[in-house]
């Protein structure tokens, strides 16, 4: 039992002593990864045009899923005070957005989805203490979203991606654990993608050759994330 009390002292010792030491990150480059809880706003907006009328229905929507990002960077240090450099997120998440319409009697399935984003940011870090450090992203987010659309009449679908560009800031706090390790969390906003898909002609009716049918979309992407990071 003694034996296993020294064990148990020297463990505790030990990360103690590991807690305690200088924890700065040098100037150089580093790695990281973080997962966490994602969520999505989305606002779709269906226009109907044919030869005689206009008829335009919308509706608001949510979804809630899991994000993980591989992060990559360099910082430069100014004696323990505060840092700044570059990093590039490369980000996946399971977010799917489903949307049903009823238009001209016809029932329309909205399906949207991010497939990845690549996501360059200019960081800024303070130190607040020896360990512990707030920072601040400014990025811009290259993202791919795939939309289904489905007339379910029919049985009929259009399969489309797109390519999107918007701000992306990010806010966190970190602690250092030592001198190549911290764990920090964060909380991230991108602003909202606005596209639209025009399809002709209108699956309602075929007939009409002036007639088609516009789908647009404004989807706004939150973020909150843990990770682990490692300085070389």
């Not at 990150?25 to 044919?50: C, I, K, M, P, V």
């Not at 997120?89 to 001209?104: C, E, H, R, W, Y």
């Not at 991230?188 to 002709?200: C, D, Q, R, W």
């Not at 209108?202 to 992407?221: E, G, M, N």
């Amino acid at each position: 039992m003694f034996s296993t009390y020294n064990l148990l002292s020297f463990i505790f010792a030990s990360i103690l002593l590991t807690f305690s030491q200088t924890s700065s990150f040098a100037t150089g480059f580093y790695t990281g990864f973080e997962q966490g809880y994602s969520s999505l706003q989305a606002r779709f907006q269906n226009d109907y045009f044919d030869t005689v009328d206009l008829d335009t229905s919308s509706k608001s929507t949510s979804n809630s899923g899991i994000v993980a990002n591989l992060l990559l960077g360099w910082q430069y240090s100014f004696n323990d005070i505060f840092s700044t450099g570059f990093e590039i997120a490369f980000s996946l998440d399971s977010n799917t957005l489903n949307q049903t319409f009823i238009q001209n009697n016809a029932f329309f399935t909205l399906k949207a989805h991010r497939r990845y984003a690549i996501i360059p940011s200019w960081v800024i870090c303070t130190y607040i203490t020896k360990n512990w450090y707030s920072f601040l992203k400014l990025g811009i987010s290259f993202s791919t979203y795939k939309s289904r659309l489905i007339l379910l009449d029919d049985r009929l679908e259009f399969t489309y991606s797109k390519k999107y560009k918007t701000f992306s800031p990010t806010l966190g706090l970190g602690y250092r654990i030592n001198p190549s390790f911290a764990v920090q969390g964060s909380l991230g906003y991108e602003s909202a993608y606005k596209f639209s898909k025009t399809i002709l002609p209108i699956l309602a009716h075929p007939f009409l050759s002036d007639s088609y049918y516009v789908q647009r979309s404004k989807i706004t992407f939150y973020t909150a994330k843990i990770g682990i990071i490692y300085n070389f």
